[in-house]
Each structure stands twice: as structure tokens, then as C-alpha cells.
């Protein structure tokens, strides 16, 4: 069983930054890759980015490209969403989700491959 709580998100101004952070329980977090998902109203649920367990790859969104950085600290079994450029098209509630599939260079960009969900946090982006 493993748990994530997602916090940072809140109100920002267009231009402006945020940085997620998604904390993990348990300790095999070194051994599986993370993503962040998020979801506007009325809107399905999308993918941002992923990290692969080591940290050693990272795949990103179009949407995110450029603007979004994804990263994480096995020691601190926490990984991170820097967001940067944000505009009211990347409102929504942020997710992070744990791929159990141990030591996998793969990343997958489909919410039904995760395992694990946060509960989520707001982001928010004033024009």
C-alpha cells in the first residue's frame, strides 16, 4: 500500500510559478516511477509528465514542454512538479500517481497503468 499527498498548489497570477510536491509512504519509493496528472472542470483527466524510478528519465506533455519540470528525492521519498510560465489553461487539480512496476525505465503517460493516487491539490491561474 502506498500513500501520496500532493500540496503547493494555490492561486497565482498568469507568469507566474508553482511547485508541487508529492510525498510518499512506505519505502520502496527509489523503485517505481511517478507522474503528474491533472484535471480541469469538465475535462478528462491528462497526463504532465512522469520520472522514471531513478530519476534518470523524465517525459514530459506537449502542454508542458519548456514550461514544467519534474524531479524527485528517493531520500526524501518525494518528487516534484516545478511549474513555471503557468497561464489559466494549466488550472486545474494536480495529481500525482505511483507506477509499481519496479526498476522500469518505461514511462507511461495513461492514467489506468498507475497504481496509486493523491488526493489532489488546486492549482489555480488568474489572468
Known amino acids: 500500500q502506498v500513500q501520496l499527498v500532493e500540496s503547493g498548489g494555490g492561486l497565482v497570477q498568469a507568469g507566474g510559478s508553482l511547485r508541487l510536491s508529492c510525498a510518499a509512504s512506505?519505502?520502496?519509493?527509489?523503485?517505481?516511477?511517478m507522474g503528474w496528472f491533472r484535471q480541469a472542470p469538465g475535462k478528462e483527466r491528462e497526463f504532465v509528465a512522469a520520472?522514471?524510478?531513478?530519476?534518470?528519465?523524465?517525459y514530459y506533455a506537449d502542454s508542458a514542454t519548456g514550461r514544467f519540470t519534474i524531479s524527485r528525492d528517493n531520500a526524501k521519498n518525494t518528487v516534484y512538479l516545478q511549474m513555471n510560465s503557468l497561464n489559466p489553461e494549466d488550472t486545474a487539480v494536480y495529481y500525482c500517481?505511483?507506477?509499481?512496476?519496479?526498476?522500469?525505465?518505461?514511462?507511461?503517460?495513461?492514467?489506468?497503468?498507475?497504481?496509486?493516487w493523491g488526493q489532489g491539490t488546486q492549482v489555480t491561474v488568474s489572468s
Open positions: 520520472i522514471s524510478w531513478s530519476g534518470g528519465s523524465t
Open positions: 512506505g519505502r520502496t519509493f527509489s523503485r517505481y516511477a
Open positions: 500517481a505511483a507506477d509499481l512496476l519496479y526498476y522500469s525505465d518505461q514511462l507511461s503517460i495513461k492514467s489506468y497503468e498507475y497504481d496509486y
